[in-house]
């Protein structure tokens, strides 16, 4: 069909098509080619829209595992069923319409996942925390300096004599864990 002169935009999806289900033949070159091996790199495959979404985005995580997400779909009810029944495919509520949940961010803070190369492992960070891509990100840079820092006094302690029973309590004196996804 001609998109040309009929009145229609062509980068609107057609009701036939499925916005979620994308064959991963789509996404292979940008695998091989651009995401690279190393844990955290990140491609940004459709570029987002300031103060309303972060794109299409693949993310490396641990062990070679990889996932797509995208903050710009707003998914239809045949999607989520369609992702319902694709085990690579999530559609988390509030995908494509939740605003992030950080202060004063407009952007959108669920996003659609289009593939997650090993769905047996646990939700990623970015599927279940409201937050944009780039406040996730940054707050993944400021849990790592902290532990980074953390690290760091306790090595320097070991040279000073340093009493370190009250490294890594929290003010009620509970061990603090921090979990990152790169």
């Known amino acids: 069909m001609d998109m040309e002169g009929s ?4 980068s609107v999806t057609r009701d036939s098509e499925s916005n979620v289900i994308v064959p991963i033949e789509e996404f292979a070159h940008d695998i091989e080619v651009k995401l690279g091996r190393a844990n955290g790199n990140v ?13 299409q985005i693949m993310v490396r995580l641990k062990k070679k595992r ?3 997400i995208d903050y710009s779909i707003v998914p239809t009810s045949k999607d989520i069923q369609e992702a319902a029944a694709t085990p690579h495919v999530m559609v988390p509520t509030g995908a494509g319409n939740q605003k992030c949940g950080t202060p004063h961010c407009t952007k959108v803070g669920v996003p659609v996942m ?3 190369s090993n769905p047996e492992e646990p939700s990623s960070l970015y599927l279940r925390s409201g937050l944009c891509f780039t406040c996730q990100r940054l707050l993944n840079e400021k849990r790592r300096t902290q532990r980074k820092r953390k690290s760091d006094t306790t090595a320097s302690s070991h040279d000073h004599g340093i009493d370190e029973s009250n490294l890594g309590m929290n003010h009620h004196g509970a061990t603090e864990h921090y979990s990152i996804e790169s």
């Open 7 to 10: 009145g229609e935009d062509a």
């Open 66 to 68: 990889f996932i797509i």
């Open 114 to 116: 289009l593939f997650d």
């Open 43 to 55: 491609y940004v495959r459709k570029p987002g829209v300031d103060n309303l979404h972060d794109g």
